[in-house]
């Protein structure tokens, strides 16, 4: 990261703006509905990806699955028998809009109807890169403190939901739910699930939600 | 981030290497021995250095925090009475060198012999710039999942150390460790300490190598 490959007096934002604003045009012209989902390491964003392809088995799934390194989360969506495409970003924190541009002529758009992206493990820099989706939304885990909202605020105001998953762990965990859901009130103020991707549970909410 | 403030020509890696390498010898006169601790959002960094400067008491001890925003960590390392310096971000990913050369700035280096720096809750960009400390170490927990280190093999490559941190929580985890510590071996064979900052499990340990 932070070396930018640009034309003298282009400012990336704006370049990566007008290419996410023509792939947000071919989604809608195919007919895909398409979401980014963004969070930190292990937060659970391919295990939530993997649950929504289970409820979802009536529905033609396409995945972008970003990495700085490996093939660990292809390998898995793969399995589903699922369009699935890796996007391994070497030292990028984030996926742009250049690189689905990239990806999504690997997948065969006329026979999905819905995208999945999951984006680089990251609170901080995927904020900042439309990547042409519908919709766009964070997962936080309990396991990373009740502190993260107001820590990362960007991420989250610029989001349409926020899952805040392993809910499971709650009664290991020194964490107070209730502190996160205040800051998401104060500070951003959108569509909350509570999920335990493992068990599945809150899965199905979300599923109607993000289709709705 | 990725918005980079640079006089034309200028490399700056380099730069930040050469303030780097500046701080390296004003803590070498003043005696100080620096640790950077990197990691990804709550994966333990505040409460390893918390207990750091509880088993450290005869010591004196200084800390920088840096976190997008907020000051949640500065606040739980001030109840310490040490001296402790917040860096906020705003949007940067990682702290750099002339972020610290500020910092220190309000520390007494004079007395101090320890500083900590906690490092922005991210496992990708921090690794490509060197604060100018002795030590650098990556902390991750063990609620990450068990392929963190093949998916960011850099910042475990750049450290000298490393923390598997958490580890109270594996009993209700489907993470294998195994596999972490046969990643670590193969990719970036470093010092591995296993914690429980909670209980303060391995922390002893961990003390006693940093100062060595």
């Known amino acids: 990261m932070h070396k930018i490959d640009m034309e003298m007096g282009k400012d ?7 290419i996410a604003q023509e792939i947000n045009r071919l989604f809608d012209e195919k007919g895909v509905k398409a ?16 649950r929504l392809i289970e409820i979802l088995n009536d529905r033609k799934i396409g995945v972008i699955v970003g990495d700085v390194s490996g093939d660990d989360d292809y390998k898995r969506i793969k399995k589903y028998g699922v369009q699935v495409v890796n996007i391994n970003t070497g030292k990028e924190c984030h996926l742009d809009a250049h690189l689905v541009e990239h990806a999504i002529e690997e997948i065969n758009l006329n026979e999905i109807d819905i995208l999945f992206i999951e984006n680089i493990g990251n609170l901080v820099c995927p904020a900042d890169f439309d990547l042409g989706t519908h919709k766009r939304g964070v997962v936080i885990s309990i396991t990373e403190g009740d502190d993260m909202v107001r820590k990362h605020p960007l991420i989250f105001q610029i989001s349409d939901f926020i899952i805040i998953n392993k809910i499971d762990l709650l009664p290991y965990m020194d964490v107070e739910i209730d502190k996160v859901l205040k800051d998401i009130e104060k500070i951003a103020p959108k569509k909350v699930f509570l999920t335990d991707a493992k068990s599945g549970k809150g899965i199905k909410e979300l599923a109607e939600w993000l289709l709705s």
Do not use: Q
Request: aromatic residues 8%; glycine residues 14%; neutral net charge.
């Open 35 to 50: 979401i980014d989902f963004m969070g930190s390491i292990g937060s659970g964003k391919t295990l939530i990806i993997e």
């Open 12 to 18: 990336i934002y704006e370049v990566n703006r007008k």
